[in-house]
């Protein structure tokens, strides 16, 4: 018999063991740093909601008479901030990519009559993708510069006797040297922002599309079946874009 269905087995050992007596602890004091320090840590360069607007349509895997359920997780797989170097400081750009994860529970027809209808409940796991890009306004800690990377070259004098038709014997050629190559190159590892994902908020919409009575069976006059789901979804993000900063912090005060 093909499938991915694993083989029977029998169970495991049952789990034994219950509620336990209380644990005692001790309080621990805290020490600590007061005489200051520089510390790298992360710190908020901007908080925003984005509104993100998504409409797909899903095809099931057989008929179905309705929707009982959709549960969704928002995955975010992409949050790259996109920054200019000219403009430090200034408006930048927030490219966002991932999917919702909809696990969709639907009623199927195993029997029916006009009275009645009978079948399973099934479910069709989909990832309905999104993306796009929007302006950034750094409304926490500036971002740190973006340092450019540089090249330079450099070359050294050099003074040689000419030799040939057309030049005297005192004659000297003063140039740089062009039997060497100079160069003087630095590179910059800049601190990317990064995000954390606060909330997601979805409002939805799902619409069947071509119902229709089936031909070789009798149903409930109001009963039809569908395999099509337009959903459309408007999807809210909030989100923190932090970087990774040196900070001082000040000695601590007495008492």
């Given at each position: 018999?093909?499938?991915?269905?694993?083989?029977?087995?029998?169970?495991?050992?049952?789990?034994?063991?219950?509620?336990?007596?209380?644990?005692?602890?001790?309080?621990?004091?805290?020490?600590?740093?007061?005489?200051?320090?520089?510390?790298?840590?992360?710190?908020?360069?901007?908080?925003?909601?984005?509104?993100?607007?998504?409409?797909?349509?899903?095809?099931?895997?057989?008929?179905?008479?309705?929707?009982?359920?959709?549960?969704?997780?928002?995955?975010?797989?992409?949050?790259?901030?996109?920054?200019?170097?000219?403009?430090?400081?200034?408006?930048a750009t927030l490219s966002i990519k991932g999917f919702v994860r909809k696990n969709i529970d639907y009623a199927t027809?195993?029997?029916?009559?006009?009275?009645?209808?009978?079948?399973?409940?099934?479910?069709?796991?989909?990832?309905?993708?999104?993306?796009?890009?929007?302006?950034?306004?750094?409304?926490?800690?500036?971002?740190?510069?973006?340092?450019?990377?540089?090249?330079?070259?450099?070359?050294?004098?050099?003074?040689?006797?000419?030799?040939?038709?057309?030049?005297?014997?005192?004659?000297?050629?003063?140039?740089?040297?062009?039997?060497?190559?100079?160069?003087?190159?630095?590179?910059?590892?800049?601190?990317?922002?990064?995000?954390?994902?606060?909330?997601?908020?979805?409002?939805?919409?799902?619409?069947?599309?071509?119902?229709?009575?089936?031909?070789?069976?009798?149903?409930?006059?109001?009963?039809?079946?569908?395999?099509?789901?337009?959903?459309?979804?408007?999807?809210?993000?909030?989100?923190?874009?932090?970087?990774?900063?040196?900070?001082?912090?000040?000695?601590?005060?007495?008492?």
């Amino acid at each position: 018999m093909s499938g991915c269905f694993p083989p029977h087995k029998p169970c495991g050992k049952v789990v034994t063991g219950g509620v336990q007596p209380e644990c005692a602890s001790v309080t621990v004091p805290i020490t600590g740093l007061s005489s200051g320090a520089t510390v790298k840590i992360p710190v908020v360069l901007a908080e925003l909601t984005i509104q993100v607007n998504i409409n797909s349509i899903v095809t099931l895997p057989e008929p179905a008479l309705e929707i009982k359920d959709i549960k969704k997780r928002v995955k975010v797989t992409q949050c790259l901030l996109l920054q200019d170097p000219a403009a430090p400081g200034g408006p930048a750009t927030l490219s966002i990519k991932g999917f919702v994860r909809k696990n969709i529970d639907y009623a199927t027809r195993l029997c029916a009559n006009l009275e009645g209808v009978c079948g399973d409940i099934r479910h069709c796991t989909v990832d309905v993708p999104f993306s796009c890009m929007t302006q950034v306004v750094f409304n926490g800690a500036t971002p740190a510069s973006i340092l450019v990377n540089t090249t330079e070259e450099f070359e050294f004098f050099r003074s040689q006797p000419l030799k040939g038709h057309g030049f005297a014997e005192k004659d000297r050629l003063l140039s740089g040297d062009l039997s060497e190559f100079n160069q003087v190159s630095q590179e910059f590892f800049n601190e990317l922002p990064f995000c954390e994902l606060i909330s997601a908020r979805i409002v939805e919409f799902d619409e069947y599309l071509n119902r229709r009575r089936p031909k070789t069976c009798a149903l409930p006059f109001e009963e039809k079946e569908f395999r099509q789901v337009e959903e459309k979804m408007v999807l809210y993000l909030t989100l923190k874009i932090l970087q990774n900063q040196q900070v001082a912090i000040p000695p601590l005060g007495p008492g």
